[in-house]
C-alpha cells in the first residue's frame, strides 16, 4: 500500500484543521493519520492511506492554498498477513 506523507510545522491550530478538512474531502476521512511531534508540537505530518495520485501536484495545491512550505514523501507499507 503505498501512503503519501505530508511533513509541514504550523503554528496556528486553525489553519491545521483546514487543510487537513481539505484533504479530508479529496482523500476520504478514513484514509487520513494525523501525526504530531512530541518534542516539537508544531511538527506535524500527515499521512494519506491508498494514495496513488500525483504527490507533486497534492504538495503544490497545498501550498498554494494554505501558504505553507510542504515536504512530501511515498513510501511502500506493508500490511503483514496473519496466516501462517
Same mark, same amino acid.
Given at each position: ?14 489553519? =491545521?484543521?483546514?487543510?487537513? #478538512?481539505?484533504?479530508? $474531502? /479529496? ?8 501525526? &504530531?511531534?512530541? !518534542? ?10 491508498? =494514495?496513488?495520485?500525483?504527490? #507533486?501536484?497534492?504538495? $503544490? /495545491? ?8 510542504? &515536504?512530501?514523501? !511515498? ?10
Amino acid at each position: 500500500m503505498k501512503v503519501l506523507r505530508l511533513y509541514f510545522t504550523v503554528f496556528d491550530e486553525e489553519i =491545521f484543521n483546514e487543510v487537513k #478538512e481539505y484533504l479530508e $474531502k /479529496s482523500f476520504g476521512r478514513r484514509n487520513i493519520i494525523v501525526h &504530531k511531534s512530541i !518534542v516539537v508540537p508544531e511538527f506535524r505530518y500527515l499521512e494519506i492511506l491508498n =494514495f496513488d495520485k500525483d504527490p #507533486e501536484a497534492v504538495k $503544490k /495545491s497545498i501550498e498554494e492554498n494554505f501558504k505553507l512550505k510542504v &515536504k512530501v514523501d !511515498v513510501v511502500e507499507k506493508i500490511i503483514p498477513s496473519h496466516r501462517r
